[in-house]
């Protein structure tokens, strides 16, 4: 008798759901800005998959698809230099209110390429992408959405996210500090002047990376790989794990310390620093 109430409740709370979803009110608009006079880009995304893309002129566009409950819960506003996109779920709706089916709404930020915007993203679940656009700072705050960058240029971006995953390919930034709970960091064919990734439980993968100034990467339980373009020939370099478990294949490295858990050294001058440093996980440079 107790199955068949859980049964007959969990049948009722889809059935409210499914009404609830039908009450939405579909939106599909596009607004356009000038690109004068804005200096900052915010977006507050709680759901919705979200795409950042260079336009095909000197304006900005925004594109928003999806449902909602009400109109408040999608918002674009122009203020005093910036510009700000807000979709929000409101968390104080019951279970069978929160219920939705389909596919997440969507929104498409266009930004002139060349443009020094400074964007701020709070993203919640909703996949995101940013494409072929270059900014002065990126502020990302991210939950559990996965995010992906391409062809992207920064002067400095500040990365953190709880468990979504972190892919970063053909970038380039002079400062950048990358943090995460439980995800997962790629970082391919990217120009780094300093850099700072760290991650409690997720692994780290850079590979092709180009010379840099500073790169320093530390992880709680993950592995980490590091693979160089061209082999540094002016660094000093910290490599170490609590597993035992560090490879380290660099040319002309020459070792103070070289055992299976640490590796203390430098290639010639020794003026850029490289620091790697896993609790437990595995880590691989060459």
Known sequence: MNMKRILLAGILVIAFGICGCGNKEKIDSNEEFSAEGISEIVLDISSWNLKVMASSDDKVHIACEGKVEDD????????????????????DKNLAEQFSFGEAGKIILYIPKDNAFSLAINNGSGEMELEAVSISTLSLNNQSGYVTMSDFIAESAKIKSLSGDIKITDA????????????????????????????????????????????????????????????????????????????????????????????????????NSLSIMSNSGTVIVK
Request: net charge negative.
């Open 72 to 91: 408040r819960d999608m918002q674009v506003v122009q203020k005093d230099g910036k510009l700000m996109v807000q979709q929000d779920d409101d968390t």
């Open 172 to 271: 380039s930034c002079t400062d950048s500090n990358i943090n995460t709970e439980s995800a997962y960091v790629t970082m391919k064919n990217t120009v780094i002047g300093k850099a700072a990734v760290s991650t409690e439980s997720g692994e780290v993968n850079i590979s092709n990376i180009n010379s840099y100034d500073s790169l320093s990467v530390e992880t709680g339980s993950g592995d980490i790989s590091l693979t160089h373009e061209a082999m540094p020939d002016n660094l000093s370099c910290h490599i170490s794990s609590g597993s035992d478990d560090v490879t380290v294949q660099l040319k002309n490295a020459e070792f103070s310390t070289d055992t299976d858990g640490c590796k203390d050294g430098s290639i010639g001058k020794g003026e």
